[in-house]
T-cell receptor, first 118, second 113 residues
Framework: GAVVSQHPSWVICKSGTSVKIECRSL??????MFWYRQFPKQSLMLMAT?????????EQGVEKDKFLINHASLTLSTLTVTSAHPEDSSFYIC??????????????FGPGTRLTVT | GDSVTQMEGPVTLSEEAFLTINCTYT??????LFWYVQYPGEGLQLLLK?????DKGSNKGFEATYRKETTSFHLEKGSVQVSDSAVYFC????????????FGAGTRLAVHP
């Protein structure tokens, strides 16, 4: 099946620094990718929709200048958390829709990146 | 707006017990419904889905039926195993996978031998 990878799997950074998280579709192309944030013992909240070759679409309440998204190619989207603060500590997950072979599309999820800001 | 409500966990069961995790939804249209599972340390995986009313999704012994009249999509399994211990998410979307998923809060299941 389709595989989505994320890198790094976990990262610790100091307050005020920026962190980049990569999301790759390994064996399929994805013109659209989704970025989610998951707090401990809570559900996934959609942050933004990443569109290859155009600007990302952010959900209400998500600061686009804080969470920079770049969909550089058909297999790579990056999320940069700028000037990170402890409240940005969370689990970040990406997903990409992949063709299920005539049965429509299914979202394939990356394993997630745990960000800790100290 | 659209939303998904799941029963709160954690749910703790003994091996071979019957499992039900309730899920209800609120939607303005006719969504597709999904159950995703997240095993410890892993990403979300699609467990099963149903795209229209009265459809039954099934996989790995799990089943869920799309009930439009009760706006529900309850997950059931007749006999759980320790390996089923995970977090289960109910979700909805419109018009296939290119649209965003709306998730419930997730229900943690712990199965003991």
């Amino acid at each position: 099946g389709a595989v989505v990878s994320q890198h790094p799997s976990w990262v610790i950074c100091k307050s005020g620094t920026s962190v980049k998280i990569e999301c790759r579709s390994l064996d399929f192309q994805a013109t659209t990718m989704f970025w989610y944030r998951q707090f401990p013992k809570q559900s996934l909240m959609l942050m933004a929709t990443s569109n290859e070759g155009s600007k990302a679409t952010y959900e209400q309440g998500v600061e686009k200048d804080k969470f920079l998204i770049n969909h550089a190619s058909l297999t790579l989207s990056t999320l940069t958390v700028t000037s990170a603060h402890p409240e940005d500590s969370s689990f970040y997950i990406c997903s990409a829709p992949g063709n299920t072979g005539g049965l429509g599309y299914e979202q394939y999820f990356g394993p997630g990146t745990r960000l800790t800001v100290t | 707006g659209d939303s998904v409500t799941q029963m709160e966990g954690p749910v703790t069961l003994s091996e071979e017990a019957f499992l039900t995790i309730n899920c209800t939804y609120t939607a303005t249209g006719y969504p597709s419904l999904f159950w995703y599972v997240q095993y410890p340390g892993e990403g979300l995986q699609l467990l099963l889905k149903a795209t229209k009313a009265d459809d039954k999704g099934s996989n790995k012994g799990f089943e869920a039926t799309y009930r439009k009249e009760t706006t529900s999509f309850h997950l059931e399994k007749g006999s759980v195993q320790v390996s089923d211990s995970a977090v289960y998410f109910c979700a909805l979307t419109y018009s296939g996978g290119y649209n965003k998923l709306i998730f419930g809060a997730g229900t943690r299941l712990a199965v003991h031998p």
